[in-house]
T-cell receptor, first 115, second 114 residues
């Protein structure tokens, strides 16, 4: 999706390995989000960043860490991957101007398998 | 605790028919209700949204109906087309809260048969 770029698109890891999922935006939005999508579960919020320099936990933060590197980039790190973290990970952005009825724009996801 | 319940999980509709997807919420602080459409291999994209000060919002073939007292809202797709085949998610948010994300339903896989 234009505006939100996620890398990599696919990744296979072994249990215990670490990796970082990258998200970059070119829409100059303040707020950025990480969701995970599992079959039959919808999307669940992992972490979010309301603005550069701030991060907060969402609904399912355990096993993850995040870094808001600058206004453009928000990364998600798995320190020791577990099979339960097999999922599709989506990064989303939002204008973050105080109006919480703005649309969230999603990237096309990172498909992660943990063996 | 599932705060937004969505049904059905899957739906098959004939071309030209009406597709109806329902959602119910529990948190009375929610006051913004968007619907997202997702095609395979892509991220969700905003389709239409409503606030509880209106009972219905229509955009083209897509209509949201909202029942505040019942804490329910639904998406109607009129004259459904094969190109509407996708997964649909309802969501909810407290617009007066912090910067946290949307609360999503579990999704409905819609298939429109030609």
């Amino acid at each position: 999706n234009a505006g939100v770029t996620q890398t990599p698109k696919f990744q296979v890891l072994k249990t215990g390995q670490s990796m970082t999922l990258q998200c970059a935006q070119d829409m100059n939005h303040n707020s950025m989000y990480w969701y995970r999508q599992d079959p039959g579960m919808g999307l669940r919020l992992i972490y979010y960043s309301a603005s550069e320099g701030t991060t907060d936990k969402g609904e399912v933060p355990n096993g993850y860490n995040v870094s808001r590197l600058n206004k453009r980039e928000f990364s998600l790190r798995l320190e020791s991957a577990a099979p339960s973290q097999t999922s599709v990970y989506f990064c989303a952005i939002e204008q973050g101007d105080g109006f919480r009825t703005r649309p969230q724009h999603f990237g096309d996801g990172t498909r992660l398998s943990i063996l | 605790q599932q705060q937004v319940k969505q049904s059905p999980q899957s739906l098959i509709v004939q071309k030209g028919g009406i597709s109806i997807i329902n959602c119910a919420y529990e948190n009375t602080a929610f006051d913004y209700f968007p619907w997202y459409q997702q095609f395979p291999g892509k991220g969700p994209a905003l389709l239409i949204a409503i606030r509880p000060d209106v009972s219905e919002k229509k955009e083209g073939r897509f209509t949201i109906s909202f029942n505040k007292s019942a804490k329910q809202f639904s998406l109607h797709i009129m004259d459904s087309q094969p190109g509407d085949s996708a997964t649909y998610f309802c969501a909810a948010r407290d617009s007066g809260g912090g910067a946290d994300g949307l609360t999503f339903g579990k999704g409905t896989h819609l298939i429109i048969q030609p």
